[in-house]
């Protein structure tokens, strides 16, 4: 399988240990894509596919500047791709202690979650709610890190329902949702756990959104603006 037109690579020739991970990831890419298409459409809506850009060490991105491997996987919004260092996939199995191939899809997923979150308009609200309650800033960016996590989910369920997970697929996935929580970086950096400074939510929260999803299937129990997360 050659990779879709919705993957491309700034890795100068990828090296031939690649080739299977970078085939991989354009699959589970198209699967992500196919299931919000459809979402869309029951919706009444029509879904537009994002790019995602594999790269290492850093990257230019059409609309956000320079990123160094250091920030992670991240979505830019102004140029509608994903962005994903190929390092990054070595640092869930050995950095993170998440390996497993759904643990890497649970990564694309929640960042596909953000280009649906883009293209329905509740990223510019956000954007618009954190300029007129600066306050709130850092907590409006944890519920939309949640919500992300909670359309990945979405997606999983429907995956799980067309048999292309596996059993202990999804423990794969909360494992590398615990692992990026951010009271977990903070206690691995050294750092005091302290919810004032999160920006992804603690680990339970990411699991607990991520759950909420595969159990429901419904982006409307996505709703993490609202109430307690």
Known sequence: ??????????????????????????????????????????????YERAKLILFEQGVNTGGCGFAPSEVGPFYCPADKSVYLDLTFVDDLKEKYNAPGDFALAYVIAHEVGHHVQNLTGVSAAMRKEQQENPKDANELSV?????????????????????????????????????????????QAGRPITPATRTHGSSEQRMSWLTTGFETGDPGKCDTFSGDI
């Open 1 to 46: 399988m050659q990779p879709t037109d919705s993957l491309s690579t700034a890795v100068p020739g990828a090296p031939d240990p690649d080739a299977d991970q970078i085939e991989w990831i354009s699959y589970v890419l198209d699967d992500i894509q196919d299931s919000w298409t459809a979402q869309f459409q029951q919706a009444g809506g029509t």
């Open 143 to 187: 519920r939309l890190e949640l919500q992300a996590d909670c359309l990945a989910g979405v997606w999983a369920h429907n995956t799980y329902e067309n048999v292309v997970l596996e059993r202990g697929d999804f423990e794969d996935g909360l494992a590398a949702a615990a692992a990026v929580g951010d009271d977990r970086l903070q206690a």
